[in-house]
C-alpha cells in the first residue's frame, strides 16, 4: 500500500509511525512544505491520562517524548490581587519543536520518507496513491479546494489571541486576569521547557480595538503586551515567532472522507486552545485511523470505520472547546465575582470538571468554595445551614418563601387526568418527591380552561372539583414534607388538542377535538388544526381565566405561582417572531411581542398575594434562525423581573417543530447562567440534569440559583435523601418513619464515598510530579 500524508505536524508524523511499525512493507511519504526544523508557535500540552494513550501505542516515541516534558499538577488563578492554586490536574508540556523532532527522528527510522520544502497544490500527483491523509492544518489547501464535498463550516469567534512564549518559569498551568483602562486581558501560560513557557495572550475585539493592536507590528503588540502583563513578567521578556494577532476558528466537517482522502488533525477539526487539546485530538485522530486500518484492511472500508467511529469523541471534545471559549468571551458576565467563586467557574467551564471531580483532586479548594458560598447567602440576608454543606442544600429564599434546599422537582406533565382533576396519581407522584427531599416541587403545566389543555389527560384549575382535589396533594405535601409546592399555570394556544405523549407527541387528536386560538393563525405540524388569531375579545377572555386560576389557586394553598410562556405555548406564541406575524401594536418588535404576555402577568401578579413569589417559564432561544436570540431573552427576563417576576425558569425551544436544539449534558444551564448574570434576576436552570454533582457545579459557579430536576426525579424519587446521605448532610423535614432508612442510606453511603475516593485516587494517571525549574 502507497500511503501519502500532506502536512508533517503531530498528525501525519504519528499516524506514519504507528503504521510503520505495525507494517514496515508499506510506502509512507509525508509532504512537508517547512524545512524540519522550522516550527510556528511555542510549547504543546497534554495530560498524564493522554500519554498513557501514547505509551500503549508507540513506546519508543513515548519515551522519547517523556524524557524532554516538563511536568506539574497544579493550575494557577491570579484574578484581582488573589492567587487560586488547584492541584490535582497532571499535565505535561514540550517544546513543539522538540516534539516534531523527535517524531520526525522515530519515523526516519522506521523507513518513513520526509519530503520537505515542497508544497502540495493539487492531488494530481497522488493518482497512484491507495491513501491520501490530508492533515495539512488549520489553513488545509486540501480542505479548502474540496470544501463543497467535506461540508466544511468555519465559525470565526470574536475574540483576539496571539501565541507568545517567555523566559519567564511557571510551575503550574497559569492563567493571568489583567484590567486595563482598554478592557481586559488574558494570559494562558505554562512551562514547556527549562527557561521556556508559552503565553497565549486572548481579548475581546472591543478591547482590541481600543488598544489599537490592529494598527500594531509584530514587535510593538508583544510590547504593548510585556508592559500590560509587567508585574506577572517579573523582569522576564516575551518572545515571538510569528505572533500575529487573529480570531480562532471553529471548524467542522460534515464529512471527512472524499474518496481515498481523509482530514486528519485541525485540518478536520479545531478545539480552542482553552482546554488545550489541539495536539492531543490530532495524535488521537492518528491513533484512531490506525486502528481502523487493523481493523479493515481495505482503503474504503477503514475509512469509513474511522469516520463513523471517531466522531463522536471528536464532537465531544469539541463541544466542551467550543463551552470553554464561550465562558472566555463572556468575562465580563463574571468579573464582579470573587476570587474563589470566579476560579471553581473557570475550573468547571468546559463541563469536564465537575465539584465532586474537583474535591477529589483538591479537597481544600472546594470546602473554600462551598464556605464561600455560604458567606455569600448570609451577606444577602439569606440563611445559612452548616456552612461547609455543598451549595445544594444552602436554603433560599423568595419574598417570603423560604425553600430548605436548591433541588426542584420540574414541572412535567404526566397527562393522567380526568376532565383536568388531579387524582391519586397526582398525590402519589408529587407527594413522593416532596417526601424525597426536593425542596420545593413544581406541578405539571396546568390549564386555566378545557380549551387550554393540550391533551385530554392534562390537568386544570377551571373547576371546584379541580381546586378540592389539587388543595388535597397540597396539604399533603405540607403535612408530610419541608417541601413547599409551586402551581405552574398555563394555556396550549396552537400545541392543543393533541393525543396523550405515548400516542403521539404533539399530534393532532383524531377526534374530540376543540377550536384552538394563537399569536397568529400558523399550524404546529402542517397537518396540525390551524388555530384562530386571537382577538382582543380572546386576550381579555384568557387573561380573565388565568386570573381566576391564580384566585384558586392561592385558595387551593400553593405556595407559589408560575406563569408558563415558553415551549410555543399559547403567550409564548406571543413572544417568538417565529408564532406571531401580527401587525398590530401586539406584533413586530420585541417590545410589542412582551406586551400581551406581561398584561398577563401584571394582572396574575395583582390577584396573587403580594407575600408570595411568582416566576415565569420562558424558552431563551427558539433554536431556529430567526427566532428568539440570547439578548432577546435577556431582554424578556429584565422585562418580567421589571413587572414582579421573583425567578425565570429558564427552558428553550420547543417552540416551532423544525428547530434544531443541540442537546447534551446541562444543556440549558447556560442559558439560565446569561439571564442570571446579565438581567441580575435569579433563575431556575432545567434540562440533563441528572446528579447532585452537576447540581453543586452549577450553584457554585453561579450559573443559576435554583435547579429543576426532570427525569432524574422520575427514575429516583428520593435522589435529594440519596445525595445528602452521600454527602453526610443532615436533611430537615425528613418523616420520622422514613428516619431509619435514610440513617442506613447515610452509613452505606459513607462507606461508598470512601472506597470511591480510594478507587480515583488509584486510577489516576501517573505523572512526573510537579514541575521543576532546576
Known amino acids: 500500500m502507497k500511503i501519502s500524508i500532506i502536512g508533517g505536524g503531530p498528525a501525519g508524523l504519528y499516524f506514519a509511525i504507528l503504521m510503520k511499525a505495525a507494517k514496515p512493507e508499506l510506502d509512507i511519504c509525508i509532504y512537508e512544505r517547512n524545512r524540519p526544523d522550522d516550527t510556528f508557535g511555542f510549547g504543546v500540552v497534554f495530560s498524564d491520562q493522554t500519554l498513557d494513550t501514547f505509551a500503549k501505542y508507540d513506546a519508543p516515541s513515548h519515551r522519547a517524548i517523556t524524557e524532554n516534558f516538563s511536568y506539574w499538577d497544579d493550575i494557577e488563578i491570579h484574578f ?110 505554562y512551562q514547556y521547557e527549562a527557561g521556556r513557557s508559552t503565553w497565549v495572550i486572548e481579548t475581546d475585539p472591543d478591547t482590541f480595538d481600543r488598544a489599537g493592536l490592529e494598527q500594531m507590528s509584530e514587535e510593538a503588540s508583544a510590547a504593548f503586551i510585556a508592559e500590560v502583563f509587567a508585574e506577572e513578567l517579573d523582569g522576564h521578556q516575551l518572545i515571538t515567532n510569528r505572533s500575529l494577532w487573529r480570531s480562532f476558528p471553529m471548524i467542522r466537517n460534515a464529512h471527512w472522507v472524499r474518496g481515498n482522502v481523509v482530514l486528519l488533525g485541525d485540518a478536520k477539526a479545531t478545539a480552542h486552545f482553552s482546554i488545550g487539546s489541539g495536539t492531543k485530538l490530532a495524535m488521537e485522530d492518528a491513533i484512531a485511523l490506525f486502528e481502523a486500518f487493523k481493523a479493515e484492511p481495505a482503503v474504503d472500508k477503514a475509512l469509513y470505520r474511522f469516520e463513523h467511529a471517531r466522531r463522536e469523541d471528536v464532537e465531544k471534545t469539541q463541544h466542551a472547546a467550543d463551552v470553554s471559549l464561550v465562558w472566555f468571551e463572556h468575562l465580563k458576565r463574571f468579573w464582579d465575582y470573587d476570587p ?38 448570609a451577606a444577602k440576608g439569606l440563611p445559612v445551614r452548616d456552612p461547609s454543606a455543598p451549595p445544594m442544600f444552602q436554603p433560599f429564599r423568595l419574598r417570603e418563601l423560604e425553600l430548605s434546599n436548591r433541588v426542584v422537582l420540574s414541572p412535567m406533565c404526566t397527562y393522567s387526568a380526568e376532565d383536568g382533576t388531579p387524582d391519586d396519581w397526582h398525590l402519589v407522584h408529587l407527594g413522593a418527591r416532596a417526601l424525597g427531599g426536593a425542596g420545593l416541587i413544581f406541578t405539571e403545566m396546568t390549564d386555566v380552561s378545557p380549551e387550554a389543555r393540550i391533551t385530554p389527560g392534562c390537568t386544570g384549575l377551571y373547576t371546584d372539583e379541580q381546586e378540592t382535589a389539587w388543595k388535597r396533594v397540597v396539604d399533603f405535601v405540607h403535612q408530610a414534607s419541608a417541601a413547599k409546592i409551586c402551581l405552574q399555570l398555563g394555556h396550549a394556544g396552537r400545541k392543543g388538542a393533541t393525543r396523550l405523549m405515548w400516542e403521539g407527541m404533539d399530534q393532532p387528536l383524531e377526534s374530540n377535538a376543540w377550536p384552538l386560538i394563537s399569536a397568529s393563525p400558523l399550524p404546529y405540524y402542517p397537518h396540525s388544526q390551524p388555530p384562530r388569531e386571537m382577538t382582543r375579545a380572546d386576550m381579555d377572555a384568557v387573561k380573565a381565566d388565568f386570573v381566576a386560576a391564580t384566585r384558586r389557586a392561592e385558595k387551593a394553598g400553593f405556595d407559589m405561582l408560575e406563569m408558563h410562556c415558553a415551549h410555543g405555548y399559547l403567550l409564548a406564541s406571543f413572544v417568538s417572531p417565529l408564532t406571531n406575524h401580527r ?168 462507606k461508598a464515598r470512601e472506597e470511591l475516593l480510594a478507587l480515583r485516587i488509584r486510577a489516576k494517571p501517573k505523572g512526573g510530579g510537579v514541575l521543576t525549574n532546576s
Open 340 to 377: 474563589v467563586k470566579f476560579s471553581f467557574g473557570l475550573m468547571t467551564r468546559s463541563k469536564a470538571i465537575t465539584y465532586d471531580n474537583l474535591a477529589v483532586r483538591a479537597p481544600e479548594f472546594v470546602d473554600r468554595v462551598a464556605r464561600h458560598f455560604a458567606e455569600e447567602q
Open 80 to 189: 484581582k490581587g488573589e492567587t487560586i492554586r488547584v492541584g490535582g490536574n497532571g499535565f505535561c508540556g514540550c517544546s513543539r519543536q522538540s516534539l516534531l523532532k523527535l517524531m520526525q527522528q522515530r519515523a526516519e527510522a522506521l523507513g518513513v520518507r520526509m519530503d520537505y520544502q515542497t508544497d502540495i497544490e493539487d492531488l494530481s500527483r497522488f493518482a497512484d496513491s491507495d491513501l491520501i491523509v490530508a492533515a495539512d492544518g488549520i489553513n488545509s489547501r486540501v480542505r479548502t479546494t474540496y470544501e463543497p464535498d467535506f461540508g466544511t463550516s468555519v465559525d470565526l469567534r470574536p475574540n483576539k489571541f496571539a501565541w507568545m512564549g517567555s523566559t519567564k518559569p511557571l510551575d503550574a498551568f497559569t492563567f493571568y486576569f489583567r484590567e486595563t483602562p482598554y478592557g481586559v486581558f488574558i494570559a494562558h501560560c
Open 583 to 750: 401587525t398590530d401594536e401586539y406584533g413586530g418588535s420585541l417590545e410589542n411581542r412582551l406586551r400581551y404576555p406581561l398584561e398577563v402577568f401584571e394582572a396574575m401578579r395583582d390577584a396573587w398575594p403580594a407575600h408570595k413569589p411568582m416566576s415565569v417559564r420562558i424558552s431563551a432561544t427558539d433554536w431556529k434562525d430567526g427566532g428568539i436570540s440570547g439578548e432577546d431573552s435577556v431582554e424578556i427576563a429584565r422585562s418580567f423581573s421589571q413587572a414582579g417576576c421573583d425567578l425565570i425558569d429558564v427552558s428553550t425551544g420547543q417552540t416551532v417543530h423544525d428547530a434544531a436544539p443541540m442537546f447534551g449534558r446541562m444543556f440549558q444551564t447556560p442559558f439560565a447562567d446569561r439571564i442570571r448574570n446579565e438581567a441580575q434576576v435569579a433563575t431556575m436552570c432545567v434540562g440533563a440534569i441528572s446528579s447532585a454533582d452537576q447540581i453543586n457545579t452549577i450553584l457554585a459557579a453561579g450559573r443559576a440559583d435554583l435547579v429543576a430536576v426532570g427525569r432524574g426525579h422520575l427514575a429516583d424519587p428520593f435522589m435529594t435523601v440519596r445525595a445528602a446521605a452521600w454527602y453526610g448532610v443532615d436533611l430537615p423535614g425528613v418523616p420520622p418513619q422514613y428516619a431509619p432508612g435514610v440513617q442506613a442510606e447515610k452509613s452505606s453511603a459513607r
